[in-house]
């Protein structure tokens, strides 16, 4: 059944740590400077990816992210929290800015936690697990998760692998967005919280097997 929802968050919170040290008044000057960037069409670094760029993802995600859940639609209360969350990590991480996927994560953090635990929970799993190499799409990395799942997907499942194999399914075709969303934007959410409850625990093994 997973955590009870009263504590989810918090456990969270101590399962993930915020070794990045994130205060709430840095979270105060980097929402300030989206804030600035949205306003102003500022670039946030001279070698990422443009303000302009990530807003215009942004806020085509936004109505994509969990659309049957009113609350995280244009004029439900926590739009605009979504979209500070997603423009302040932008400003905190101009080198990786906004890529397709991030929303349902910060949306998965925002309806357990307030906007500066989100904040902080979001960044320090972006940096300890595997998701900025996903972001980043360096595919190292990806083929060698891909080879891990693979092995124990052949190993738990021989029959349906061998399935995949003979019909040409290839398993980055579904797995790199399974892994870029931690599984929250194919399952019920009831579902991806207790996997969520697992992956905080475990990492990116317990995904992959």
Request: aromatic share 14%; charged share 20%.
């Amino acid at each position: 059944q997973g955590l009870p929802p009263s504590v989810r968050g918090r456990v969270w919170m101590l399962a993930v740590g915020n070794e990045l040290q994130i205060t709430h008044d840095l979270y105060i000057i980097m929402r300030d400077k989206a804030r600035e960037n949205r306003e102003t069409g500022a670039m946030p670094s001279p070698t990422g990816p443009s303000r302009e760029a990530s807003a215009s993802i942004i806020m085509l995600d936004l109505t994509r992210t969990f659309p049957i859940l009113n609350l995280l639609q244009e004029g439900g209360p926590m739009y605009e929290p979504l979209w500070r969350l997603l423009e302040t990590y932008v400003a905190y991480r101009p080198d990786i800015g906004y890529v397709q996927g991030m929303s349902y994560l910060a949306a998965v953090l925002l309806l357990h936690l307030d906007e500066y635990e989100a904040f902080v929970v979001l960044a320090n799993m972006m940096s300890k697990y595997h998701f900025v190499p996903y972001f980043r799409m360096e595919m190292k990395e990806l083929e060698k998760h891909t080879r891990i799942f693979d092995f124990f997907f052949e190993e738990q499942l021989p029959k349906l692998f061998e399935h995949f194999k003979q019909i040409g399914v290839e398993t980055t075709t579904y797995i790199i967005e399974c892994y870029l969303t931690c599984f929250s934007r194919s399952l019920p959410l009831d579902v991806i919280c207790r996997i969520w409850d697992r992956f905080f625990l475990d990492g990116l093994p317990y995904l992959c097997c």
